[in-house]
T-cell receptor, first 112, second 114 residues
Framework: EAQVTQNPRYLITVTGKKLTVTCSQNMNHEYMSWYRQDPGLGLRQIYYSMNVEVTDKGDVPEGYKVSRKEKRNFPLILESPSPNQTSLYFC???????????FGPGTRLLVL | AQSVTQPDIHITVSEGASLELRCNYSYGATPYLFWYVQSPGQGLQLLLKYFSGDTLVQGIKGFEAEFKRSQSSFNLRKPSVHWSDAAEYFCAVGASGGSYIPTFGRGTSLIVHP
């Protein structure tokens, strides 16, 4: 089954404790991206990647890092999380930007 | 810079009634336009998309949208709403000119009364 998986689905952490949210897709997609969703703000893109070793900033990259060492994986790294990064995070992938984006189920993060 | 406006935060309709969700965009060239639906606790699912050609686009679940360049709009419609359509709907614009950052609207929450 074609899908995008994210782990963990729920995470509670404390300020400053590094964390990684994994994202994996099994569709051989080249384009992957991370979004955060906040009430009243819709989805905002954090980072995107057009292929292996090619990443670029989205609208709200501050406080986040990503890597794309393999085509299927696109982890999101918060080196020193802060409470303002409490949010719902979605990973998405598509063959190209013009193709349908497939979204993961989301990761709900709470930073205390 | 591109932008998307969904002027309605909430829309309430009765089951069986028609539906129109509004979306206005700002972009200098021909945009790529999308409508996504998010059911509670779920990720986003693409309903339909417009890249070029016929300005009336058919999507899944009985939805359609019409691209009107003169009004910079891409409104989503459904002739008869079902209770299962209650969800959050997002309009998005992707730049056709080379930028790879899609912009999402803030979403419209659809409430369906029985």
């Amino acid at each position: 089954e074609a899908q995008v998986t994210q782990n963990p689905r729920y995470l509670i952490t404390v300020t400053g404790k590094k964390l990684t949210v994994t994202c994996s897709q099994n569709m051989n997609h080249e384009y992957m991206s991370w979004y955060r969703q906040d009430p009243g703000l819709g989805l905002r893109q954090i980072y995107y990647s057009m292929n292996v070793e090619v990443t670029d900033k989205g609208d709200v990259p501050e406080g986040y890092k990503v890597s794309r060492k393999e085509k299927r994986n696109f982890p999101l790294i918060l080196e020193s999380p802060s409470p303002n990064q409490t949010s719902l995070y979605f990973c998405a992938s598509s063959k190209t930007l013009k193709e349908t984006q497939y979204f993961g189920p989301g990761t709900r993060l709470l930073v205390l | 810079a591109q932008s998307v406006t969904q002027p309605d935060i909430h829309i309430t309709v009765s089951e069986g009634a028609s539906l129109e969700l509004r979306c206005n965009y700002s972009y200098g060239a021909t945009p790529y336009l999308f409508w996504y639906v998010q059911s509670p606790g779920q990720g986003l699912q693409l309903l339909l998309k417009y890249f070029s050609g016929d300005t009336l686009v058919q999507g899944i679940k009985g939805f359609e949208a019409e691209f009107k360049r003169s009004q910079s709009s891409f409104n989503l419609r459904k002739p008869s709403v079902h209770w299962s359509d209650a969800a959050e709907y997002f309009c998005a614009v992707g730049a056709s000119g080379g930028s790879y950052i899609p912009t999402f609207g803030r979403g419209t929450s659809l409430i369906v009364h029985p």
